[in-house]
């Protein structure tokens, strides 16, 4: 049941109780003898009655409004608590975001000098193939240019002769 409902079903017990007393009122007004163990009292029944009904009456709303102050400042320090954690949850996340930064900074530095090292060291690598192929390169020039070299000293012997031969007889015209 919810609170409204609950409410309404209350105020139509006491409207209820009310007409009740109202109709009944020569009966509640109407005077008789009470014992209360010690003593005989003359009062009328239903007004005795009627004050203890509104007196616990009275005392259940006193009691159900301190329940719901009690409720209402629990929620209050419970709410305070949970601001309170949730803004130390936010600190501690923002650290944990800050030293994770750091570390990815530091380990992306890292990479970077390796990168860096792994790049000199292949530069360094290429140059020396470089110097290498330049070193045969000049080797084989320098055989190429010998054996060429004697391929013409060869031929020159060969040919001079020759020439030689086919030169004399047109001297000699």
């Keep these: 049941m919810n609170l409204r409902a609950f409410s309404l079903t209350l105020v139509l017990a006491l409207v209820l109780l009310a007409a009740f007393a109202t109709l009944n009122w020569v009966a509640i007004a109407a005077p008789s003898t009470l014992s209360l163990g010690f003593a005989a009292v003359t009062a009328p029944l239903g007004l005795v009655m009627l004050g203890f009904t509104v007196a616990i009456s009275g005392l259940f709303i006193v ?14 320090r419970l709410t305070k608590e949970v601001k309170t954690q949730r803004e130390l949850a936010d600190t501690a996340e923002a650290s944990r975001f800050t030293e994770l930064r750091t570390l990815l900074e530091g380990e992306l530095r890292k990479i970077e000098a390796q990168g860096a090292a792994s790049n000199s060291a292949f530069v360094f690598r290429i140059e020396q193939l470089e110097r290498g192929m330049q070193d045969k390169l000049a080797e084989a020039t320098g055989s190429l240019s010998a054996y060429l070299g004697e391929i013409e000293d060869k031929l020159d012997r060969t040919l001079a002769p020759a020439q030689a031969r086919i030169m004399a007889p047109q001297a000699l015209r």
């Design 63 to 76: 009691y159900i409004l301190l329940l719901q102050a009690g409720v209402i400042l629990e929620a209050r």
